[in-house]
């Protein structure tokens, strides 16, 4: 593989990156509907399909890419930019929303302390980047073993919420303490030809399970798909809760690791888009709301077909406009500070 010409990264990462932003931007152009009467099973069933993996995949890359931070840290020093960088994002990114808020609704709610929407990420970002040194210290076995035991047990905890996106961050933490142990070497496995079969395998069943078959748990359970809130908010009991989490804990590593067989390894039109995806998950949820709010939906959501074309085409458009290089470079400026 040879790399990029910005940032001397692997073409391939960028590659990776560039199709999970465009699935973030698509599972969040589709989510507002999801309350619509007239949108049919269809499209949740599709929507639910995306969000099985796409947040996942992505923290499973951010994982991947915060080696260095740890590099860093074991030779006694800290990237305090990196953090001051995520947290400088958080406070700006809930503070536009807010004021889109304000003047979509009339009303103004800044809580600083609370998060359901996209700016959680900055925040879990500082939370994962604070505990990866730990992790790293005792090795990826007991790390990825202790990750997986933390998701699965402290959602039993009926007090786990969207407070400090605690709920997400450990809900999710598997994911990105697996990306940061992830070897390079192993995608010389999983990009065999025979990988790619069963890729492709792995693909069309989620698919037909989501789509077609148009699972029920996956209405009853979505805490399991957004990740925000203990098990009691399923009104099941905990064993039940616990293996599901397991199925979907298996399902979204599956589907992880068919796109990374998938994802070309050459460069493309699109590649540079995974050099500028912060920028993109700041900037698409707030034209999307304005879109949503100002009735830009409406038109399109009496066929599913139709709706979903125009979902498709706003999703690229999102990805295009927000990769703008001064746009991206803006976003970054809080990570250049010295501190």
Known sequence: MKNSVEGNRLIYWDNLKAILIFCVCLGHVLLPVLQEEIVGRAIHSLTFFVYSFHMPAFIFVSGFFSKS????????????????????????????????????????????????????????????????????????????????????????????????????TINWLPFFV?????????????????????????????????????????????????????????NQRKIVCLILKILFLLGSSAMILAVMTICPTKEYWFTYIGQRTLGIYIGHCIVRDIVFKAGGYQPFLSNHFVFLAFSIILSVVLVIVFSWKPFNDFVKLPFTIKI
């Open 178 to 234: 697996a990306g940061y142990f992830f070897d390079k070497r192993l995608l010389e496995i999983i990009k065999r030809r025979k990988a790619y079969i069963i890729a492709a395998v792995i693909i069309l069943i989620m698919a037909y399970l989501f789509i077609y078959k148009e699972i029920d748990y996956f209405y009853k359970f979505n805490t399991l798909v957004f990740a925000s809130q203990s098990y009691a908010s399923m």
């Open 69 to 168: 931070y740890v590099k860093r840290f074991k030779n006694g020093t800290v990237q305090v930019n990196k953090l001051f960088g995520f947290l400088c994002l958080y406070f700006l990114f809930k503070l536009i929303n807010s004021v889109k808020d304000f003047f979509i609704s009339g009303v103004f709610i800044f809580d600083i302390l609370r998060e359901e929407a996209a700016p959680w990420y900055m925040l879990g970002m500082v939370w994962w980047l604070l505990m990866i040194p730990v992790f790293a210290q005792i090795g990826a076995r007991k790390a990825i073993s202790a990750a997986l035991l933390f998701s699965l047990f402290v959602p039993l905890w009926d007090s786990l919420s969207n407070y400090l996106v605690s709920g997400r």
